[in-house]
């Protein structure tokens, strides 16, 4: 518990040695399939998509979350892929949030975790605002269909 704690909050404020560490685990998950240990695995995400500045590695989340038969991690990538900070990075992600691989009851977890980064603010505002239309149409699909 202390061990993700730590990861957590040293990734939070970008503890280079953590950050370090939790781009080799990422790495290694990615190219060899190494799994993260279960404990630690959503501090690792995160910190892995809080500090990276390009999309090919927003693009990896994305095709680990697609490809991984584990429902808490493919839950733990969602909340990741929330915490990208670069506007290229957040379009990607918002792009991702209406496609077809996300399960409609699951795009709130990367959306709760961009709104609450002020910054992006007005990013994702507008994205809410045009998006309005696709989201209520989803939403009554489930719901007659659920």
Not at 17 to 25: A, G, I, Y
Not at 85 to 97: I, K
Request: charged share 20%; glycine share 6%.
């Amino acid at each position: 518990m202390l061990r993700t704690t730590m990861i957590d909050e040293m990734g939070k404020v970008g503890d280079e040695e953590t950050v370090s560490f939790c781009q080799s685990l990422f790495e290694s998950r990615v190219k060899e399939g190494t799994a993260i240990c279960a404990q630690i695995r959503g501090p690792v995400l995160q910190t892995v998509a809080r500090h990276t500045t390009t999309v090919e590695q927003v693009e990896q989340l994305i095709d680990l979350f697609k490809t991984s038969p584990n429902d808490e991690e493919r839950s733990q990538i969602l909340v990741a892929l929330g915490c990208c900070t670069t506007e290229q990075n957040v379009g990607r992600v918002l792009e991702f949030s209406l496609s077809d691989d996300i399960p409609r009851g699951l795009v709130i977890h990367p959306l709760r975790m961009l709104a609450t980064n002020f910054k992006l603010g007005p990013q994702l505002w507008k994205f809410c605002t045009v998006s309005f239309f696709f989201f209520s149409l989803q939403l009554r699909q489930e719901l007659y269909l659920g």
